[in-house]
């Protein structure tokens, strides 16, 4: 099973409200990514959990808050979003650092509004 | 540092020709190279890896890639173009130092004319 699960899959938000992304994965992976990807452009990295902790965050704004309960799962908190953060958001999991590939999740569309 | 460059962001073919798309990699250390498949407004899918075995590398739905470190380069092959094969596709090193960082080339969108 390689799967990793978003939910949900479309989300339509206003600029004052907070939501929150889901993602999930079962491999036993222990590093798990959230990626932005704007319309023909590669993903972007956001954020990286290793081993639950938080090992990398690519300066992005405090208005995304990342969460990683456990080993399984992954959340990405979203207050107050601006026009421009509209994007195809993308989680993904790995099993080890550099030598294993990342398999991605089918992403959450989000519109700010 | 690591980075991948993928030299066509366009690439036309008809179906049922061979679909070539080019990928050259920049790397300190002996690299691990992927090739993944985004259809639109879905996630991506890995078609291969190459992680220092064998050289010639076969993936899902007949695609292949043969790494050359002369030429640093990982191109992505494939006979016979299927209608279903257009999409984009990237071309990612990973950092082998331990971050954790994938690095992703800027994409090749594949168009399959009937």
């Known amino acids: 099973d390689t799967e990793v699960t978003q939910t949900p899959k479309h989300l339509v938000m206003g600029m004052t409200n907070k939501k929150s992304l889901k993602c999930e994965q079962h491999m036993g992976h222990r590093a798990m990514y959230w990626y932005k990807q704007k319309a023909k452009k590669p993903p972007e990295l956001m954020f990286v959990y290793s081993y639950e902790k938080l090992s990398i965050n690519e300066s992005v704004p405090s208005r995304f808050s990342p969460e990683c309960p456990n080993s399984s799962l992954l959340n990405l908190h979203l207050h107050a979003l601006q026009p421009e953060d509209s994007a195809l958001y993308l989680c993904?999991?790995?099993?080890?650092?550099?030598?294993?590939?990342?398999?991605f999740g089918q992403g959450t569309r989000l519109t700010v509004v | 540092a690591q980075s991948v460059t993928q030299l066509d962001s366009h690439v036309s073919v008809s179906e049922g020709t061979p679909v070539l798309l080019r990928c050259n990699y920049s790397s300190s250390y002996s690299p691990s190279l992927f090739w993944y498949v985004q259809h639109p407004n879905k996630g991506l899918q890995l078609l291969l890896k190459?992680?220092?075995?064998?050289?010639l590398v076969k993936g899902i739905n007949g695609f292949e890639a043969e790494f050359k470190k002369s030429e640093t380069s990982f191109h992505l092959t494939k006979p016979s173009a299927h209608m279903s094969d257009a999409a984009e596709y990237f071309c990612?090193?990973?950092?082998?130092?331990?971050?954790?960082?994938?690095?992703f080339g800027t994409g090749t969108r594949l168009k399959v004319l009937a």
């Open positions: 190459y992680t220092s075995a064998a050289t």
């Open positions: 993904a999991s790995s099993s080890a650092a550099g030598t294993r590939p990342a398999f």
């Open positions: 990612v090193v990973s950092d082998t130092s331990g971050t954790y960082k994938y690095i």
